[in-house]
């Protein structure tokens, strides 16, 4: 989250700059194409560390209990994970992860910006005067915007990311994991557990922006 919001606020801000030069004698502002692009540039700059964390959790969560139990605790995964190709095995799915991390960041602070700006001029205030209340609701939905508009990629980096290694392996790479979802299930295989998603989102992502 500190990577989310720092790469967000250092590319507004370069925005802003571009534009105060183009426009100098107006007050610097971002057009919702900018607010898009400064989110994605937060969700590329989070995907580096975004895209091994979540395959080691996906690894810990998905594994078999008892004596089939594959690893004991996460630095025993990094290990073994790292065994199959190096960093390559631990960064498996990366490029579908910085699909996702673009589109959701995008969309997340997008969704915000906008909600925030449509209560200022909606009740002409001052952002800053919009109640903590108000910014968690709009947090809030902004993360359902997220996951609404990222889900299938997640879902297609989970399944590469519990993928097994040499000849159990299911999917050749993010475009054949997307061909064989579809082929296997249709439309509705990219939304699998979308539902408790979107319950878990609405008090983190609020909690995330009111504090």
């Not at 979540?54 to 594959?70: D, K, N, Y």
Request: include cysteine.
């Amino acid at each position: 989250v500190s990577i989310q919001f720092g790469a967000f606020h250092w590319a507004r801000r370069a925005f802003e700059t571009r534009n105060s030069a183009a426009s100098p004698l107006s007050a610097p502002t971002l057009s919702y194409t900018q607010y898009y692009l400064s989110g994605a540039f937060a969700g590329l700059a989070n995907s580096v560390i975004s895209g091994p964390i979540e395959h080691v959790r996906i690894r810990l969560q998905t594994q078999p209990h008892g004596a089939a139990r594959l690893y004991s605790g996460p630095l025993d995964c990094i290990r073994k994970l790292s065994a199959h190709n190096g960093v390559a095995g631990l960064y498996r799915g990366e490029a579908v992860t910085i699909l996702r991390e673009a589109q959701a960041y995008g969309v997340w602070f997008l969704t915000f910006e906008y909600l925030m700006n449509a209560d200022a001029a909606r009740n002409d205030v001052a952002r800053k005067d919009i109640s903590t209340a108000k910014v968690a609701l709009y947090g809030g939905l902004a993360g359902e915007a997220l996951w609404l508009a990222s889900y299938p990629f997640d879902v297609v980096k989970s399944k590469m990311q519990s993928d097994g290694f040499g000849a159990a392996q299911r999917y050749g790479g993010m475009r054949d994991c997307f061909a064989q979802t579809w082929r296997a299930e249709g439309f509705r295989g990219f939304w699998k557990g979308l539902a408790p998603t979107l319950l878990r989102t609405m008090p983190v992502s609020a909690g995330t922006f009111a504090v």
